[in-house]
């Protein structure tokens, strides 16, 4: 047992040195993060019976992006693997998870923006299915937090420009965005 001063006990001596949790959600269940300006969610249920799932990925009728349908590609992330920094100037990705738990890092450097200078974390997992979208301008990185491959559809505002990509890096450890990622995350 560690030498204590005789008027604290080991449980004040603990709590001296811990620091409170925040709360994450409202007494209603909502989440109290700050999107980043210009970020929405849309729920995606996933509907289940003896056969299997369905879950709609995306309807325009839905009124969830302004821009229209005119690409989609997959991508995967392995465990304990981050994909990021990455800007884009012309377009903005649509993102809908389809297996796995990854949280979806941005931050906003836009001058102006309401959100500038901030960091937002979003949780995206198969559990709770929703498109989101990152804008323009807004760094991201995506970073496997599960125990399998990560699968996601994206479904940028652009096709892919093979001759000039709309895309801008940044390494993982960089100094220019305040989030550092757990120690042993690889990626680039």
Same mark, same amino acid.
């Given at each position: 047992m560690p030498d204590l001063p005789p008027s604290r006990s080991l449980l004040e001596a603990t709590l001296s040195q811990a620091v409170r949790d925040k709360a994450t959600v409202s007494s209603q269940g909502v989440p109290l993060r700050r999107l980043t300006h210009g970020v929405t969610l849309r729920r995606l249920p996933t509907h289940a019976d003896d056969r299997?799932?369905?879950?709609?990925?995306?309807?325009?009728?839905?009124?969830?992006?302004? $821009?229209?349908?005119?690409?989609?590609?997959?991508?995967?992330?392995?465990?304990?693997?981050?994909?990021?920094?990455?800007?884009?100037?012309?377009?903005? $990705?649509?993102?809908?998870?389809?297996?796995?738990?990854?949280?979806?890092?941005?931050? $906003?450097?836009?001058?102006?923006?309401?959100?500038?200078?901030?960091?937002?974390?979003?949780?995206?997992?198969e559990h709770d299915r929703c498109i989101v979208n990152v804008p323009v301008n807004v760094w991201h990185a995506d970073r496997n937090i599960g125990t399998r491959d990560v699968v996601v559809v994206n479904f940028p505002t652009i096709q892919y420009d093979h001759a000039a990509p709309d895309k801008f890096r940044l390494p993982l450890d960089t100094s220019l965005i305040p989030h550092r990622f757990p120690e042993g995350t690889r990626g680039w």
């Open positions: 299997g799932t369905v879950t709609e990925l995306f309807d325009p009728r839905w009124g969830f992006h302004p $821009d229209p349908l005119v690409h989609a590609y997959t991508f995967t992330i392995r465990p304990g693997v981050a994909k990021g920094w990455n800007l884009h100037q012309r377009h903005e $990705d649509r993102y809908a998870l389809l297996q796995g738990e990854m949280e979806l890092v941005l931050f $906003d450097p836009r001058p102006g923006s309401p959100t500038e200078g901030e960091v937002c974390r979003i949780v995206l997992s």
